[in-house]
């Protein structure tokens, strides 16, 4: 029986791995993280979605940060880990993270967890109804004692 050959290119500028293809969804975020100071006893988190609102006085940034995005809503999570998700990062010093891939297109449950130390988590549900890439002002309570 004859041997078939099978030649594969790849072309540099062509070429893309993980690229969306029509049928594919997109979720992302781009986001600053803010944390109250002083101190405040009694405070909790919030999440602003494309919102134009600016960081409020009496926050600063808060580095370092876990935020996690995931399609779905925390007490949705699949038993395993899909391939490539939940999405996580750290804020930098300024406060700021970015975090993105391919999701499963059309509408979704979503949720932003953004957890610093000393203060209790911030979870940020959602429904993801666009491919844009959404922005996010997160402000955490101050650090508790």
């Not at 790849?10 to 070429?15: D, H, I, M, P, Q």
């Not at 986001?31 to 979605?49: E, H």
């Not at 600063?60 to 999570?77: D, H, I, K, M, Y």
Request: aromatic fraction near 6%; include cysteine.
């Amino acid at each position: 029986m004859p041997v078939k050959t099978i030649l594969v290119y790849f072309v540099g500028a062509t070429t893309c791995l993980g690229c969306i293809t029509v049928g594919d969804g997109y979720l992302g975020v781009n986001g600053s993280v803010r944390q109250w100071v002083p101190s405040q006893p009694a405070g909790v988190g919030v999440t602003y979605l494309n919102s134009t609102m600016e960081a409020p006085p009496g926050t600063s940034p808060a580095q370092g940060c876990q935020v996690t995005l995931q399609p779905w809503f925390p007490e949705q999570a699949p038993r395993t880990e899909r391939i490539g998700w939940p999405q996580r990062t750290s804020t930098d010093a300024n406060g700021n993270f970015t975090l993105g891939r391919v999701s499963k297109p059309g509408s979704h449950d979503a949720s932003l967890v953004v957890e610093c130390p000393g203060v209790p988590p911030v979870v940020r549900r959602f429904r993801k109804t666009t491919q844009e890439r959404l922005t996010a002002l997160v402000i955490v309570p101050g650090h508790t004692h």
